[in-house]
């Protein structure tokens, strides 16, 4: 490996909160055995990542912006530069959807299903989310949320937004937050 691939790598290869390298992936897999009808043994092993969830130890917090593939974590392009060069906003927003987008509004699911519905997998996966209610207006579910999410400016963050709902997005208020005190590890005291 060449010095500008590792420097490279050391971009992304790092927690985008804390910044922080203590990683750990979690990895879960399926396996697909052919079986041997003389034996009865699994002969081909074929396994397949089911899921893969990349953490930062000194943080806690998931990764977003890294996967694993083939043994070996990877950035996810459309993200990486966006979080660990970016800063937290908080928005403050409502998406209006499709009332057959959402499937549960009440009970244990309700927080999860009504965020997916309004910014799909990367309301669940990448964003903090906090669902304050949602209102029913015929067919259609107003969800009301606190979002937090990465990006380099503001334009970015509405962009980022815009992209991921599912439905029509109204934003009431965005603001910059600071962004977490780097990792201990990396501090010169
Ligand atoms: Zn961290």
């Known amino acids: ?14 927690c985008y909160r804390c910044w922080s390298q203590r990683l750990e992936a979690q990895v879960h897999y399926d396996a697909i055995l052919r079986i041997n009808p ?3 043994e699994g002969d ?4 397949e ?3 893969a969830v990349v953490q930062c130890l000194d943080c806690m917090h998931d ?3 890294l ?6 974590v990877v950035p996810i392009e459309d993200r990486w530069a966006r979080m660990v060069a970016g800063k937290p906003f908080v928005a403050s927003c409502t998406v209006t959807v499709d009332q057959e987008l959402i499937e549960a509004c009440s009970g244990p699911e309700a927080a ?7 910014f799909g997998d990367a309301g669940n996966r990448e964003f903090f989310t906090h ?3 949602h209102k029913h207006e015929d067919e259609l579910i107003v969800v009301h949320l606190l979002v937090e999410l990465y990006a380099r400016s503001e334009d970015e963050a509405v962009d980022v937004l815009t992209e991921a709902s599912r439905g029509v997005l109204e934003i009431t208020s965005l603001a910059e937050e600071s962004r977490p005190p780097a990792h201990a590890g990396e501090d010169p005291h």
């Open 1 to 14: 490996m060449n010095e500008e691939m590792s420097s490279r790598r050391g971009a992304w290869l790092r």
């Open 44 to 47: 081909e092993r074929i396994d």
């Open 67 to 72: 996967t694993v593939q083939e043994g070996r």
């Open 112 to 118: 999860d299903s009504l965020t997916y519905g309004a």
């Open 131 to 133: 669902v304050r209610f």
């Open 63 to 65: 990764q977003p912006h």
């Open 49 to 51: 990542i089911h899921e």
């Open 38 to 40: 003389a034996t009865g």
